[in-house]
């Protein structure tokens, strides 16, 4: 056997799992972006786990199945939710390491081959992680580069994540399956943030590693599972106290991790220029952690000139909005009021 034959044998192999839902018009997208991994001899199969898509990405679906033989797509009936999905998925493959990709994302070409490196020269090592790209349009020249935090070099691995929440996107993950199944899978009765709570989990019983390129293009839409929902600060609220039941140290943490999720979210929407949205969450961040200062100054800003903040801002951040779907431009920011028992949008 020849040197680099020897070198292919002893490499791990790599399942890829991907979720799909109504993404017809992506999945092809998603589905190619594996198949031209610089690595993709390293990849044993690729299952797609489908939760009852109509006809049309069904048709897609059925087409994607020809491409390679590797391929093997999993019809479900509907209703199942992407944490079942992703274990139904994970556990009709058997490589020793895992890929997640959600159905709209795209992978950039090296992810693989950078991720196995690191992963296979540890075996406490369970999950590798890396930065990512946010885009909106099918033009990735409009990415933008997220800020994605290092936290492996903490000492404590779960209180870092539990309060810095890097964040880690699963489509930029590969992950150890014995890591995976010391934890327990995804929890299906978590459906929102159920990545938090895997992480949470996994963090116990496993070291991670941080891949600071961004080897993920991650695609925002408002239909997804987080976008325009209102009881989000509920979710994290949820999350944080399984974890703090599992791990008391971490019951002292949650008002500084809700705080912090409450900062971020009314930026987000501060961003958008929905204020309305915004003001009870930074609200909200600074009774919670009376000492955190960032939320203090976000609430400053949206209580005495938000309008003239928001312009800055929103022309600083031009590139930012476009990779998160906003509108082009400057949006003028509007609130909602009741007048005469009719909701009409005002100036805030």
């Not at 292919?8 to 190619?32: D, F, K, L, W």
């Not at 895992?98 to 992810?111: H, M, Q, T």
């Not at 990735?140 to 935090?149: I, P, R």
């Not at 900062?263 to 204020?275: A, I, M, S, T």
Request: overall charge positive.
């Amino acid at each position: 056997m020849s040197r680099d034959a020897m070198i292919a044998a002893s490499e791990p192999s790599v399942a890829v799992v991907i979720t799909c839902y109504n993404e017809g018009a992506y999945i092809g997208v998603a589905v190619r972006s594996v198949l031209n991994q610089t690595r993709v001899d390293l990849i044993e199969s690729i299952v797609i786990a489908d939760d009852g898509s109509e006809p049309d990405t069904l048709a897609v679906l059925k087409d994607i199945e020809r491409w390679d033989t590797r391929i093997r797509v999993i019809y479900g009936t509907g209703g199942a939710g992407l944490p079942a999905q992703r274990n139904l998925a994970i556990r009709a493959t058997t490589a020793p390491f895992f890929a997640i990709l959600d159905g709209d994302d795209v992978w950039a070409r090296d992810k693989l081959e950078r991720q196995v490196v690191v992963l296979a020269a540890s075996p406490v090592v369970g999950l590798a992680y890396s930065g990512y790209f946010t885009f909106a349009s099918d033009d990735l020249s409009d990415a933008h580069q997220a800020k994605v935090l290092d936290i492996t070099g903490e000492e404590n691995t779960t209180r870092a994540f539990f309060l810095r929440d890097p964040p880690i996107i699963p489509s930029a993950t590969l992950i150890r399956r014995s890591a995976f199944e010391a934890c327990g899978a995804f929890d299906p009765t978590i459906r929102v943030f159920e990545d938090t709570d895997f992480y949470l989990r996994l963090s116990r019983k496993c070291r991670f590693v941080f891949i600071p390129a961004p080897l993920l293009y991650k695609r925002s839409r408002a239909s997804s599972i987080t976008g325009g929902r209102s009881d989000l600060m509920a979710y994290h609220a949820l999350v944080a106290l399984k974890a703090a039941a599992d791990d008391e140290e971490l019951l002292a943490l949650v008002p500084q991790r809700l705080s912090e999720r409450a900062r971020k979210l009314g930026n987000h929407y501060f961003l958008q220029g929905q204020f309305a949205k915004a003001r009870p969450l930074l609200g909200f961040a600074t009774k919670i952690q009376p000492g955190n200062l960032r939320a203090w100054g976000s609430r400053v800003v949206i209580v005495f000139f938000p309008r003239v903040a928001h312009a800055l801002m929103a022309r600083k951040w031009r590139s930012r909005r476009t990779a998160m779907g906003f509108n082009e431009g400057v949006p003028r920011a509007t609130c909602t009021k009741v007048v005469n028992g009719i909701e009409k949008s005002v100036d805030c």
